[in-house]
Structure formats: structure tokens, C-alpha cells
């Protein structure tokens, strides 16, 4: 499997050395060619508008957006979540997304850079253990549609649980950063569960 990671912007990097802790080869995704040649795509955290954007230059947003609509098994963390929402609260005026997960989340829910934390959360589904977590500037999920499988969820501010980890066929997304932490069930549960 050709997994590629989507290099315009954010902790791309990470995520490649994620998938190379996980005996899996990435290339870097910037220019509709380097999409064509793979199989699988991870769209990493980092400023969603900017992605956008970045995309609309690189004019990979279209592509990006028709093969993940065509089934291409697809991850994105924290603004990697917010680019496969089909809604978004909070959202900046006209901000797009990839869509493709029956999820509305809510920008940078748990805060600003400052209230960033680390935490472990339990995800049955992913790994026997719980996940090691970074929560930067992160999203949660608000509201749910039908075939939404929750992986995880977390107590926020409002004192309610918000998934951080959710499900939808070939998509994948966490609201959290594990590509920064050495636990990589995160990205073994993509390769084996979701790109099969």
C-alpha cells in the first residue's frame, strides 16, 4: 500500500515518521501527480484555513476531495479532523472542508495554544491500552450522523464527553496528535482496520 501525507502545511513530517515506525514507506502528497501514485492519504494537524488554502494554490483541493468521495481511506488529526467534517462550528467565513465524515466539530474546542495538554484516553477499538494524546488548539465533535462509529471521546470544558476519535467507513480522524507521541496504535489501527 502507497500511503502518502499531505505536505502544504502542519506536522506532516510526524506523521511520516509515524508510518515509517510502522514499516510502512510515505511520500509527501503536494501536486495532483504525487496524489494519483498513492493509495491511502493522512492530512495532518496544523491551521485548517491555511490547508485550505494552501490546497486551492497547489490546486490539489478538487482531486483531494473527489478520492476521498471515490472511497480512498484517508486520516486526518486535529485540523485533519476539521478538513473531513462535513460541518464546522465556529468555522471562519467561507472556510471549505474535504468532507466526508457525517460529523459537525467545533474549532479549536478545547482552547487556545496556551491550554494545550497531554492525557491518555482509552479507544477499545484502536488498542488494548489506552492512546497517549496531544490536544493543541483541538476540535471536538458536536454532533453525529448515522454511520459514525465513536472511537473515543473526551470530557471538555463544558463538562460533557465530545468524541476525539471517530469513524466513518474509509475515514478516519482524531482531534488529537499521536503522530508527536511514541504511540503509533493510532496509525497501525489506519493501516490494518481502515485501509483494508
Same mark, same amino acid.
Given at each position: 500500500?502507497?500511503?502518502?501525507? #499531505?505536505? #502544504?502545511?502542519?506536522?506532516?513530517?510526524?506523521? &511520516?515518521?509515524?508510518?515509517?515506525?510502522?514499516? =510502512?514507506?510515505?511520500?509527501? $502528497?503536494?501536486?495532483?501527480?504525487?496524489?494519483?501514485?498513492?493509495?491511502a !492519504?493522512?492530512?495532518p494537524?496544523?491551521?485548517?484555513? %491555511?490547508?485550505?488554502? #494552501?490546497?486551492? %494554490?497547489?490546486?490539489?483541493?478538487?482531486?483531494?476531495?473527489?478520492?476521498?468521495?471515490?472511497?480512498?481511506?484517508?486520516?486526518?488529526?486535529?485540523?485533519?479532523?476539521?478538513? !473531513?467534517?462535513?460541518?464546522? +462550528?465556529?468555522?471562519?467565513d467561507?472556510?471549505? %472542508?474535504?468532507?466526508?465524515?457525517?460529523?459537525?466539530?467545533?474549532?479549536?474546542?478545547?482552547?487556545?495554544? =496556551?491550554?494545550?495538554?497531554? %492525557?491518555?484516553?482509552? /479507544?477499545?477499538? &484502536?488498542?488494548?491500552?489506552? &492512546?497517549?494524546? +496531544?490536544?493543541?488548539r483541538?476540535?471536538?465533535?458536536?454532533?453525529?450522523?448515522?454511520? +459514525?462509529?465513536v !472511537? /473515543?471521546?473526551?470530557?471538555?470544558?463544558?463538562?460533557?464527553?465530545? /468524541?476525539?476519535? $471517530?469513524?466513518?467507513?474509509?475515514?478516519?480522524?482524531?482531534?488529537?496528535?499521536?503522530? &508527536?507521541?511514541?504511540?503509533?496504535?493510532?496509525?497501525?489501527?489506519?493501516?490494518?482496520?481502515?485501509?483494508?
Amino acid at each position: 500500500m502507497r500511503v502518502g501525507v #499531505l505536505a #502544504l502545511q502542519g506536522d506532516f513530517r510526524e506523521h &511520516i515518521s509515524a508510518l515509517n515506525h510502522c514499516n =510502512v514507506e510515505a511520500t509527501e $502528497v503536494r501536486r495532483v501527480g504525487e496524489l494519483e501514485k498513492i493509495d491511502a !492519504l493522512i492530512i495532518p494537524g496544523g491551521e485548517s484555513t %491555511t490547508i485550505v488554502s #494552501l490546497a486551492k %494554490t497547489f490546486e490539489i483541493f478538487e482531486p483531494i476531495k473527489k478520492r476521498i468521495a471515490s472511497g480512498m481511506p484517508t486520516y486526518g488529526s486535529c485540523a485533519g479532523m476539521i478538513m !473531513l467534517a462535513d460541518h464546522i +462550528v465556529a468555522a471562519k467565513d467561507g472556510q471549505e %472542508t474535504f468532507g466526508g465524515i457525517d460529523i459537525t466539530v467545533r474549532r479549536n474546542a478545547f482552547g487556545r495554544q =496556551v491550554d494545550s495538554f497531554e %492525557t491518555d484516553i482509552s /479507544a477499545p477499538a &484502536i488498542s488494548s491500552t489506552p &492512546i497517549r494524546a +496531544v490536544f493543541i488548539r483541538a476540535p471536538w465533535v458536536e454532533k453525529i450522523g448515522k454511520g +459514525v462509529e465513536v !472511537l /473515543a471521546s473526551y470530557e471538555g470544558s463544558d463538562s460533557k464527553a465530545h /468524541a476525539v476519535a $471517530v469513524r466513518q467507513d474509509h475515514l478516519l480522524a482524531t482531534a488529537f496528535h499521536p503522530e &508527536i507521541t511514541d504511540d503509533y496504535s493510532v496509525h497501525r489501527y489506519f493501516l490494518e482496520k481502515v485501509c483494508k
